[in-house]
């Protein structure tokens, strides 16, 4: 799971008491010094570059976050779900990337970006007409969520339904609001979808039980919002989620595509991390990298969490890898 005040403004603080704070894990550790190093190899230095390519997450050390449809059960018929369904067989992460370039850095509208996506991709044929009737899609206040939810209601209109979409706000106000019907379907995210009604459910101090198994976390998803009269769709491949980057030139030069080989060519004391403040105390950041992976580093440089002062470092040689976003339009 991932911290990004767009995606979750309000819930960070529930989050963060549970010990799954979005960004880099368990609350309660902001400091900013980074645990002691004991990198015994010579690590490999940053190497500036403009483009920068995300290493593969191999062992799973981040949560599932899988773009997937949650809908109010009793408000949402068969066929509008299969319909809403298909918008998430036809993205993966890189086809989530060029959306989010299309209206953060083209500058286009939600609606064209994701007209656009649905004409180039097809994403309208074969699917099947439902009973109709009006269908309110919800959006939060961030342009990721409002392209996915133009998406939902290029399908559900193909479908025969008068789909709207309504941006609603915060995960705080539009839960409620769809477990009332008052909107029909939302795009989410599983593994803070799931950690989200885990702590509605059951309280603040809950084990998690979000993982980095879609399917299972979307079991945990639908067990949990079943008796708030909740389900979720088939979990897309689209992730949007933690994920650690190095510029293509640095890849190139160590041969690295994954964390793994980060850890086996580039541990030790010349590679640099760089992060929002909390990364060096949290499990899903460098904590993380070196429990799951055994990867050192010789120092840790503070940015922003995911934003263009960590991308920057990346891209300027301050830094060998840096914590970003995995939908983040400026990776495509």
């Given at each position: 799971?991932?911290?990004?005040?767009?995606?979750?403004?309000i819930?960070?603080l529930?989050?963060a008491?549970?010990?799954?704070?979005?960004?880099?894990?368990?609350?309660?550790?902001?400091?900013?010094?980074?645990?002691?190093?004991?990198?015994?190899?010579?690590?490999?230095a940053?190497?500036?570059?403009?483009?920068?390519?995300?290493?593969t997450?191999?062992?799973?050390?981040?949560?599932?976050?899988?773009?997937?449809?949650?809908?109010?059960?009793?408000?949402v018929a068969?066929?509008?779900?299969?319909?809403?369904?298909k918008?998430?067989?036809?993205l993966?992460?890189?086809?989530?990337?060029?959306?989010?370039?299309?209206?953060?850095?083209?500058?286009?509208?939600?609606?064209?970006?994701?007209?656009?996506?649905?004409?180039?991709?097809?994403?309208?044929?074969?699917?099947?007409?439902?009973?109709?009737?009006?269908?309110?899609?919800?959006?939060?206040?961030?342009?990721e969520s409002?392209?996915?939810?133009?998406?939902?209601?290029?399908?559900?209109?193909?479908?025969?339904?008068?789909?709207?979409?309504?941006?609603?706000?915060?995960r705080?106000?539009?839960?409620?609001?769809l477990?009332?019907?008052?909107?029909?379907?939302?795009?989410?995210?599983?593994?803070?979808?799931?950690?989200?009604?885990?702590?509605?459910?059951?309280?603040?101090?809950?084990?998690?039980k979000?993982?980095?198994?879609?399917?299972?976390?979307?079991?945990?998803l639908?067990?949990?919002?079943g008796?708030?009269g909740?389900?979720?769709?088939?979990?897309?491949?689209a992730?949007d989620?933690?994920?650690?980057?190095?510029?293509?030139?640095?890849?190139?030069?160590n041969?690295?595509?994954?964390?793994?080989?980060?850890?086996?060519?580039?541990?030790?004391?010349?590679?640099?991390?760089?992060?929002?403040?909390?990364?060096?105390?949290?499990?899903?950041?460098?904590?993380?990298?070196?429990?799951?992976?055994?990867?050192?580093?010789?120092?840790?440089?503070?940015t922003?969490?995911?934003?263009?002062?960590?991308?920057?470092?990346?891209?300027?040689?301050?830094?060998?890898?840096?914590l970003?976003?995995?939908?983040?339009?400026?990776?495509?």
């Amino acid at each position: 799971m991932r911290l990004i005040p767009r995606k979750a403004p309000i819930a960070l603080l529930a989050l963060a008491t549970a010990g799954v704070l979005a960004a880099c894990g368990q609350s309660g550790s902001s400091g900013t010094e980074a645990p002691q190093s004991n990198a015994a190899g010579a690590g490999c230095a940053p190497v500036a570059g403009e483009q920068l390519v995300v290493l593969t997450d191999d062992k799973k050390l981040q949560n599932a976050d899988n773009v997937v449809a949650v809908y109010n059960t009793k408000s949402v018929a068969p066929e509008a779900v299969a319909a809403v369904d298909k918008v998430g067989a036809a993205l993966d992460t890189t086809k989530l990337i060029a959306l989010n370039k299309a209206t953060d850095i083209d500058r286009k509208s939600s609606v064209q970006a994701a007209q656009e996506f649905a004409t180039a991709s097809g994403l309208t044929n074969g699917i099947a007409k439902g009973s109709g009737g009006a269908i309110k899609v919800g959006a939060a206040n961030f342009p990721e969520s409002q392209t996915l939810a133009e998406l939902y209601k290029i399908a559900l209109v193909a479908a025969g339904y008068d789909a709207t979409v309504q941006t609603v706000g915060s995960r705080e106000v539009y839960e409620p609001a769809l477990e009332r019907g008052e909107v029909q379907v939302f795009p989410e995210y599983a593994a803070t979808m799931t950690e989200f009604l885990n702590q509605k459910v059951n309280g603040k101090s809950a084990a998690p039980k979000a993982t980095g198994d879609v399917d299972a976390t979307v079991k945990a998803l639908n067990e949990l919002g079943g008796p708030l009269g909740l389900s979720a769709g088939k979990p897309s491949a689209a992730q949007d989620q933690n994920a650690f980057a190095v510029t293509k030139a640095f890849a190139d030069k160590n041969g690295v595509k994954t964390l793994s080989d980060f850890a086996a060519k580039c541990s030790g004391t010349a590679s640099i991390l760089t992060g929002p403040p909390e990364c060096p105390q949290r499990p899903f950041c460098q904590l993380g990298l070196k429990d799951k992976y055994g990867i050192t580093f010789g120092e840790f440089k503070q940015t922003d969490a995911g934003g263009p002062q960590s991308k920057t470092a990346i891209k300027t040689g301050a830094a060998s890898l840096g914590l970003v976003f995995s939908s983040d339009g400026s990776l495509g």
